[in-house]
C-alpha cells in the first residue's frame, strides 16, 4: 500500500499528526500496537489526574476545613477508584477511535518496523510512503544501580494500572512523576520518602518551587532528601532497603515498595535499517523535525529538542505536518507551558530570572502571594505565589512561574502574554473578573510593573 505519510505511535503526538495530515488532504496510515491515545491518555496524565482528583477530596475531608464533617472514617475504596479511571480511560479512548474513523484515517494495529527509507512493515506486510514520521513515545528509564530489577521496584506504569497499597514508599527522583505520585500516596496514607538527586526538587524550574515544595511536604508527612544519590536497592524480608549517600554519608531507608522516577527513556527500537542519528538516546531532528533520513521525521518523547509532554508531542505533531505539506509552522514551540499536578498545582511557562540572565536579557520580576486571592483560601489556602519576569528595558513578560490553585490554568494567560509580547501594563489593562482565581495574577503584575517604574 503506498501512502503520503506513514505515522509510528498512535499518542498525542501520533494521533494528532494523523488529524493535521487528513485534513491536509494527505493519505494517511497509522501504526499503534497497543490502545490510541498512547501513554498520556493509558498509562500518564489522564490516569495521574484522575487519582490526583480523588486524593484532593480525601485530603480534604480528612482536614475538616470545609464545614464538612464525617460520622465514621473516610477510605479509599482502591476498586471504585481504579475502576473510575479506567472508565475515563474508556471514554476518552474510544471518543479518540470515532474521530480517527470519522476522519477516513487508517488505523493498523501491530508493531511497524522501518525497513527501508520510504517502507514500513508490519505483520509480514510492506507499506510504503512519501514520508514516515515516528511518534513512538517513551517508557519509565530503569536506572543502573543494584537492584533496579527486583520485583518491588516498580514505575509509574505499575501504580497507574493496579494503583497498589502500601504502607511505605520510597520515590526515587523528586521530578514531575515523583512528586505528583508522592502527594497521592501520601493522601492514601502511605508514609512516602523522595530522594532527589539535585539540589532541589522539581530542579529544572525556578529553585523558589521545589524550596516550597519540600516545605509543604514537610508538613504533610513526606520526607523529601535532595542531593540524594541512590547506590543500591535489595530485598529485605517483605520490603526493600534502598543504600544512597547523601552529604558525603551512606544512609539507609526502609519501604514495603521503590518507585523509579527518574526519567523516561525514548521508544526507538522501530529500525530495522541503520537507525538516524540519535543523541542522549534520542532522536536527533532539525528545525523541520526531519531526522538525518530526510524523509523520516520524529517528533514527541522519542525527539530531541523539545520537554517530553504530551502538548509539546501535539505542537510539533501539528508543524511537522505543516513542513511535509510545505506551510509554515502554525504552533510557537518557544513557548511551551509546563504544570505539575501536585496540590496546590505548580506551572511555569517562558523564562525565569535565571535563564533571562543566561539569555543576556536584563529583567526584573515581581511576586505576590496568593492567600490573598479568596478563592484560592475557600479551596485550601496552601501557601502559594505566583512570580512574573519581565524585559527591563521594554516591561515584556518574559516568563512566569506559579504554585497555587490552579496554575496548570492561570499559565495559560502568561503563555499568551509570553508569545504575543504583551507587557505587564496591557496585560493589566485586560480586567480579570472577581473572584476568581486568574485575579491572582493581578497583584503579580502589579509588582513587576513597580519594579519596571
Ligand atoms: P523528570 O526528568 O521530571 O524527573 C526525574 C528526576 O529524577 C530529576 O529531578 C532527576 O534529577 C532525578 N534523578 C535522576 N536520576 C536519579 C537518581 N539516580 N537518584 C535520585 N534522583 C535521580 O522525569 P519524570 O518525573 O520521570 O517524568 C518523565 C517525563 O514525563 C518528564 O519529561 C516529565 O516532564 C513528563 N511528565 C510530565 C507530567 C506533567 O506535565 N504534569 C507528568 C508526568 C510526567
Known amino acids: 500500500m503506498q501512502y503520503d505519510l506513514i505515522i509510528i505511535g498512535g499518542g498525542p503526538g501520533g494521533y494528532t499528526a494523523a488529524f493535521e495530515a487528513a485534513a491536509n488532504a494527505l493519505k494517511v496510515c497509522l501504526f499503534e500496537e497497543r490502545e490510541a491515545g498512547g501513554t498520556c491518555l493509558n498509562r500518564g496524565c489522564i490516569p495521574t489526574k484522575t487519582l490526583v482528583h480523588s486524593a484532593d477530596l480525601l485530603r480534604a475531608v480528612r482536614e475538616g476545613k470545609d464545614g464538612l464533617r464525617t460520622e465514621g472514617a473516610v477510605v479509599i475504596d482502591r476498586e471504585a477508584l481504579k475502576a473510575k479511571k479506567e472508565e475515563i480511560v474508556r471514554i476518552q479512548r474510544e471518543g479518540l477511535e470515532k474521530q480517527l474513523k470519522a476522519a477516513k484515517i487508517e488505523v493498523i494495529h501491530a508493531h511497524a518496523s522501518i525497513t527501508g527509507e520510504h ?40 501504580i497507574l494500572r493496579d494503583l497498589p497499597q502500601y504502607d511505605s514508599l520510597v520515590i526515587i527522583g523528586g521530578g514531575v512523576i515523583g512528586c505528583e505520585i508522592a502527594g ?81 527513556k525514548a521508544v526507538t527500537d522501530v529500525f530495522e535499517i541503520d537507525p538516524p542519528l540519535m543523541e542522549k538516546g534520542r532522536l536527533v531532528i532539525d528545525d523541520h523535525f526531519r531526522t538525518s533520513c530526510p524523509h523520516i521525521y520524529a517528533i514527541g518523547d522519542c525527539a530531541g529538542k523539545y520537554p517530553q509532554l504530551a502538548h509539546s508531542a501535539m505542537a510539533m505533531a501539528v508543524n511537522a505536518v505543516a513542513s511535509i505539506c510545505g506551510k509554515p509552522f502554525p504552533r510557537d514551540l518557544s513557548c511551551i507551558p509546563s504544570g505539575v499536578y501536585t496540590s496546590p498545582e505548580i506551572a511555569s511557562v517562558g523564562l525565569d530570572e535565571k535563564g533571562a540572565a543566561a539569555a543576556g536579557i536584563a529583567a526584573v520580576s515581581g511576586k505576590a502571594n496568593t492567600l490573598s486571592n479568596a478563592r484560592s483560601l475557600i479551596q485550601g489556602g496552601e501557601r502559594g505565589f505566583i512570580k512574573v519576569v519581565a524585559e527591563k528595558q521594554t516591561g515584556r513578560i518574559l516568563g512566569a512561574v506559579m504554585m497555587c490553585e490552579r496554575a496548570t490554568d492561570l499559565i495559560q494567560e502568561f503563555a499568551l502574554a509570553v508569545h504575543a509580547k504583551l507587557t505587564a501594563e496591557q496585560m493589566l489593562a485586560v480586567i480579570h473578573g472577581h473572584p476568581t482565581f486568574a485575579e491572582a495574577a493581578v497583584p503579580a503584575l502589579e509588582a513587576v510593573l513597580k519594579k519596571l517604574a
Open 184 to 264: 497521592i500516596y501520601e493522601s492514601f496514607g502511605a508514609k512516602v520518602t523522595i530522594l532527589e538527586a539535585m539540589d532541589t526538587l522539581l530542579p529544572t524550574m525556578d529553585s523558589e518551587v521545589g524550596r516550597s515544595l519540600a516545605l509543604l511536604m514537610k508538613k504533610r508527612g513526606i520526607e523529601t532528601h535532595v542531593r540524594a544519590f541512590v547506590r543500591q536497592i535489595e530485598e529485605i524480608d517483605a520490603a526493600c532497603r534502598i543504600t544512597y549517600e547523601e552529604k558525603g554519608a551512606e544512609k539507609t531507608v526502609e519501604a514495603e515498595a521503590v518507585l523509579l522516577a527518574a526519567g523516561r
Open 119 to 158: 517502507t514500513v512493515t508490519a505483520q509480514g506486510n510492506e507499506y510504503t510512503a512519501d514520508s514516515i514520521l515516528i511518534a513512538s513515545g517513551s517508557v519509565p528509564a530503569r536506572l543502573p544501580i543494584p537492584g533496579a530489577d527486583l520485583s518491588r521496584v516498580i514505575t509509574s506504569d505499575d
